[in-house]
Nanobody, 128 residues
Framework: QVQLVESGGGLVQAGGSLRLSCAASGRTFSTHAMVWFRQAPGKEREFVAAITWSSDNTYYADSVKGRFTISVDNAKKTVYLQMNSLKPEDTAVHYC?????????????????????WGQGTPVTVSS
């Protein structure tokens, strides 16, 4: 099993920044990639950004490209999401997840089914 704990969410004004963290523990050696999804009230969970532990494959949703940066610290087994120029439409619960299947990740990294372990989520609220 792999445990994921997110932190760093909160309330910020439009144009501001937040950095989310997701600490992984347990059988982390079995994981290949990490991802951030988000879910706004009444909407489906949507892909935000993904990265492999080796940082050789990184993907972003078009809506966050140029504003958000995903990164990993292998020594700490932590994945980060630096969010700049935040907009009210970024308001959502942000979830971290881990995937264990490289071939699945490479073709379906933007889908929830590519990931096997999920954190409890951290809320981000951007006021206008």
């Amino acid at each position: 099993q792999v445990q994921l704990v997110e932190s760093g969410g909160g309330l910020v004004q439009a144009g501001g920044s937040l950095r989310l963290s997701c600490a992984a523990s347990g059988r982390t050696f079995s994981t290949h990639a990490m991802v951030w999804f988000r879910q706004a009230p009444g909407k489906e969970r949507e892909f935000v950004a993904a990265i492999t532990w080796s940082s050789d494959n990184t993907y972003y949703a078009d809506s966050v490209k140029g504003r958000f940066t995903i990164s990993v610290d292998n020594a700490k087994k932590t994945v980060y999401l630096q969010m700049n120029s935040l907009k009210p439409e970024d308001t959502a619960v942000h979830y971290c997840a881990a995937g264990t299947r490289p071939t699945i990740y490479s073709t379906t990294y933007y889908t929830t089914r590519a990931y096997d372990y999920w954190g409890q989520g951290t809320p981000v609220t951007v006021s206008s």
